[in-house]
């Protein structure tokens, strides 16, 4: 969807020619403050600006926005004072509180018909605004036959004082790219599985990877079965729409580390024959919500230039209930080789993703990094919005401290060796599930690990409940598709090609 161009301005507020102008404020003990950057807008109002928000009952807390008239005061007509939450001891704010304030802020907007906006948190953090303005305008109108009128078109972000005019022009371009990333994220999971199956996700991945520059290869059913992806097939069976498997290769100028992607991508869940319970069924849309951000980041890999060697596997399969579906009982030999026992057809993403990951293995990566919306034990264990972490112990940590930098939350898990004898099958190589609920995002984070080369190191994102917001708008995260975990994949890549 359309997001509002952003730009750096200089110019004083008083003078800007905006329909509105942002400001933080604070929770400050036990009344409001004002955040740095909002001095000229408090002498607009004589000094005045926080006995008004006080009137206004404003307390500065995260997701709070208070609106005001200028009455003339400042050209603009309204100001919209967005709550940072409070500071740390020494006064600072984090990017995370920036991102969030900007992104509710440019959410009280979109719909106003507010043409143009300045924004002061930029002088804060102008990374953090200039993402959390893009992702809090993002709105997924394409199936609505009437729009409400979308975000301001564009955004003015008032440069901060430290640095150069082109470090802050740089800055502006990474953010926006990864802006861009995580909004093809998030149109991905939002668009509905009538239109998005494997075919038409293969395509789209395909045609947006093309056009980053990428090398693309979309292995359709036939292709399946002549290399042997048994899971994939397995899954992708039920289903009248046929599974695809989209490999897509970025090679940047002297790579330092080749690294795999990997990515549940099952455009519907429905469960299969062990079928899911009618209600929230349709909330399974997202279930390739790991494809769409491993995609999402392999073209903003080339966008940003990253001096690494990247290689997405991305399997995708509809997982449906008919007289082709696989079955509990079946015995599947998945790519590679294993076969595994499928007791329940509702734990199908391990099974498109054990093909995946062999092939992936192949390439012989230096790093494999997977996300997926794995497991309701995830949701269970960690909430709706902390991704579970697991893997290889150095990079899993690694992983998680990073997430953690970004925003998106994230938190490492163990993968306790007791539940992989769960996983025996009485006939097969292993078996798809446990039999018991203890630990089940767990277990099917030690059902991946068998599949991953030994001394490869890894790491599974199980983004299951952060992948997709069914309650409120909060921050820059609206409704839908989030577009978790793209940021920290993003952010994990860069640190490789930093720091190997
Ligand atoms: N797609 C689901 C996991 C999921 C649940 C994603 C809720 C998003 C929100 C996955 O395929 C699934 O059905 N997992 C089962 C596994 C079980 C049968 C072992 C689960 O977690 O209940
Ligand atoms: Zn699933
Ligand atoms: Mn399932």
Known sequence: MSLPKLALT?????????????????QNGDGVGLAPGSEAVD????????????????????????????????????????????????????????RRAAGAAARALNGSGSGRAVSLLSTVDLQAAAEGTLLGAYTFDAYKSETRGGAPARVELASPAGGSAREHRA???AATAIAEAVTTARDFVNTPPNDLYPASFAERASALGKAAGLEVEVLDEKALR?????????????????????RMRYRGAKPRKRIALVGKGITFDTGGISIKPAANMEEMTS?????????????????????????????????????AAYRPGDVLTMYGGKTVEVLNTDAEGRLILADAICRAAEDEPDYLLETSTLTGGQIVSLGRRTPGIMGSDELRDRVAAIAKATGEG??????????????????????????????????????????????????????????????????????????VPVRTLAAVLADIAENG
């Open 43 to 98: 002498a607009a109002f004589g000094g005045e600006l926080l006995a008004v928000l006080g009137t206004l009952g404003a307390t500065g807390k995260a997701d709070e926005v208070v609106k005001l008239p200028t009455l003339g005061r400042l050209p603009a007509g309204l100001v919209v004072a967005a709550g940072l939450g409070a500071p740390g001891a020494d006064g600072s704010l984090t990017a995370e509180q920036v």
């Open 171 to 173: 800055t502006l371009k």
């Open 410 to 483: 994230g938190w490492p898990m163990p993968l306790p060796d007791e539940l992989r004898g769960d996983l025996d099958s009485k006939l097969a190589d292993l078996a798809n599930v446990t039999g018991h609920r203890w630990g089940s995002m767990l277990a099917a984070g030690i059902f991946l690990r068998e599949f991953v080369p030994e001394g490869l190191p890894w790491v599974h994102i199980d983004v299951a409940g952060p992948a997709y917001n069914n309650g409120s708008p909060w921050g820059y995260t609206g409704k839908g598709g989030t577009g």
């Open 287 to 323: 279930d390739m919500g790991g494809a769409a951000a491993i995609v999402a980041t392999a073209v903003l890999a080339a966008a940003l230039k990253y001096p690494l060697e990247i290689i997405a596997t991305v399997p995708m399969a509809e997982n449906m209930p008919s007289g």
């Open 10 to 26: 200089t110019a004083a507020v008083a003078e800007a020619a905006a329909d509105a102008v942002i400001i933080g404020i604070l």
């Open 226 to 246: 002549r290399a042997g992806y048994g899971g994939l097939l397995g899954v992708g069976g039920g289903s009248a729409r046929p599974p695809r498997l989209v």
